[in-house]
């Protein structure tokens, strides 16, 4: 991959991957907006669904879910100079942009599985290597001084998960860190009851991990260590916090 430029990488196994990722959240809006086409008429006439998403729909959900404010908690924990981070399930990119900016010397990787979601992401820009490719087998090896999630993992199975730290075991440096924000055992019952519209969406299978904190132990299991949970957030859907484990 060194040397090949900002590029998208192609895995084929993934191609036909469904974007059923955040189509609980997106596709109501999909179909709205696609109800609606004067929605178009004031905005340039080139701009896809995935723009719209991405400039108003992105900064709404990462709002609601606090995802700026753990993005700057992510920032702290990487250390001064990482020399390179991948970003698992970037989506369209905006807080991968965000690491490379943060970190200018750093090479910085995002991968998702969604074809279409990565192509926008590329076409966004930014000082990104873009990769097409799954959390649980990604297409990039390691070393890297940063792993970074937010809010995939309640989208995948717990066998993927499991994979997924092994692989995160295997490919951090030395030092390096495991960096996943995502919902977690709820505080109260306001946050489990703001988590069901999410169980309804990614079903109650994948999130089970989430009520049930067991984050931590999955980790663990898969050869990780130094494993902590930092303080839990209120947001919108639920109890949001950041995990951490190194190699
Ligand atoms: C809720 S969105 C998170 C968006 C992200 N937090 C951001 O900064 O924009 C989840 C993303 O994970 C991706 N995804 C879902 N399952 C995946 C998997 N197994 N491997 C990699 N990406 C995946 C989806 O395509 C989607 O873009």
């Not at 004031?42 to 709404?60: E, G, I, K």
């Not at 890297?144 to 309640?154: C, R």
């Not at 957030?233 to 190699?247: C, D, E, F, P």
Request: proline fraction near 6%.
């Amino acid at each position: 991959m060194a040397g090949t430029g900002w590029e998208i990488a192609r895995d084929s196994s993934t191609t036909s991957f469904n974007a059923a990722v955040c189509e609980g959240f997106h596709a109501p809006i999909f179909r709205l907006v696609g109800r609606r086409p004067k929605v178009y008429t004031v905005f340039p006439m080139n701009l896809s669904r995935q723009h719209l998403l991405a400039r108003f729909y992105d900064p709404v959900a990462a709002a609601g879910l606090r995802e700026h404010e753990l993005a700057q908690r992510m920032f702290d924990a990487v250390g001064p100079t990482p020399r390179r981070i991948l970003h698992l399930g970037c989506g369209r990119g905006w807080l991968t942009r965000r690491f490379a900016e943060r970190f200018p010397d750093c090479e910085v990787i995002g991968l998702d599985a969604d074809p279409d979601i990565i192509a926008a992401a590329g076409e966004l820009g930014g000082r990104v290597h873009w990769v097409l490719g799954r959390a649980e087998a990604p297409p990039v090896d390691g070393p890297f001084d940063a792993i970074v999630a937010s809010l995939l993992f309640h989208h995948i199975p717990r066998a993927a998960k499991r994979d997924a730290f092994a692989y995160a075991a295997k490919q951090l440096a030395p030092g390096g860190r495991l960096l996943l924000a995502d919902f977690a055992r709820p505080h109260g019952l306001g946050m489990r009851l703001a988590f069901l519209p999410v169980q309804l969406a990614d079903g109650f299978e994948d999130t089970a991990d989430n009520l049930d904190g067991s984050y931590l132990r999955l980790m663990a299991e898969a050869g990780l260590h130094h494993l902590r949970e930092d303080g839990h957030r209120r947001t919108v859907l639920g109890s949001v916090a950041l995990y951490q484990a190194s190699a």
